[in-house]
């Protein structure tokens, strides 16, 4: 059973560049958390989807934008990149489900560097 | 709105001794709680859940917490630390249901003295 993946570990961008990073969730799931994490923090909540919307978005500026498809996988495009965007975005799945516990699952996350 | 707050950023023990990681939470609905643990490059991994019932609840690798609600606290603590215990930890609130939004703490990253 495949876990969270996400695609491509490691990137390096400039200042202004835009960037998509793609994450497929565990099998079953049918939603998808991002987050970003700075060095040295904890994960930043920055949007949720389901049922291919956006559910619930953080404290984020509109340069970060995302989109699910029909098969639950997502992706996470951030446009015009800042120095203070570097970091490790993390992608986390879980069952929409009122019967489930809330348990993110992982994957090993996208460190972006941004120059 | 919830938050959790994680007292220390960093923590030592020595092998062999208790290991005590310390969370408070703040939130206006019942809470659901958490406990992650991240090593070094790599994504986060569930230690161990409180929802409802039982405010005891134990998880993987010998970990344990407690909910008190009267203390809003959801401490994380392990009798006998081991070397493989060495990495950051993260506390998280949501509310209660399968599609909160879950909120982390900043981390507590625990050090193993041989």
């Known amino acids: 059973d495949a876990g969270v993946t996400q695609s491509p570990t490691h990137l390096i961008k400039t200042r202004g560049q835009q960037v998509t990073l793609r994450c497929s969730p565990k099998?079953?799931?049918?939603?998808v958390s991002w987050y970003q994490q700075a060095l040295g923090q904890g994960p930043q909540f920055i949007f949720q989807?389901?049922?291919?919307?956006?559910?619930q978005r953080g404290n984020f500026p509109d340069r970060f934008s995302g989109h699910q498809f029909p098969n639950y996988s997502s992706e996470l495009n951030v446009n015009a990149l800042l120095l203070g965007d570097s970091a490790l975005y993390l992608c986390?799945?879980?069952?929409?489900?009122?019967?489930?516990?809330?348990?993110?699952?992982f994957g090993e996350g996208s460190r972006l560097t941004v120059l | 709105a919830q938050s959790v707050t994680q007292l220390g950023s960093h923590v030592s023990v020595s092998e062999g001794a208790l290991v005590l990681l310390r969370c408070n939470y703040s939130?206006?609905?019942?809470?659901?709680l958490f406990w992650y643990v991240q090593y070094p490059n790599q994504g986060l991994q569930l230690l161990l859940k409180?929802?409802?019932?039982?405010?005891l609840v134990k998880g993987i690798n010998g970990f344990e917490a407690e909910f008190k609600k009267s203390e809003t606290s959801f401490h994380l603590t392990k009798p006998s630390a081991h070397m493989s215990d060495a990495a950051e930890y993260f506390c998280?609130?949501?509310?209660?249901?399968?599609?909160?939004?879950?909120?982390f703490g900043t981390g507590t990253k625990l050090q193993v003295i041989p």
């Open positions: 986390a799945s879980s069952r929409s489900d009122r019967r489930d516990t809330g348990e993110l699952f």
């Open positions: 099998s079953g799931h049918d939603t």
């Open positions: 989807y389901y049922e291919e919307e956006e559910r």
């Open positions: 939130s206006s609905v019942p809470p659901y």
């Open positions: 409180y929802t409802t019932g039982a405010t």
């Open positions: 998280a609130v949501s509310g209660p249901g399968g599609y909160q939004k879950v909120t």
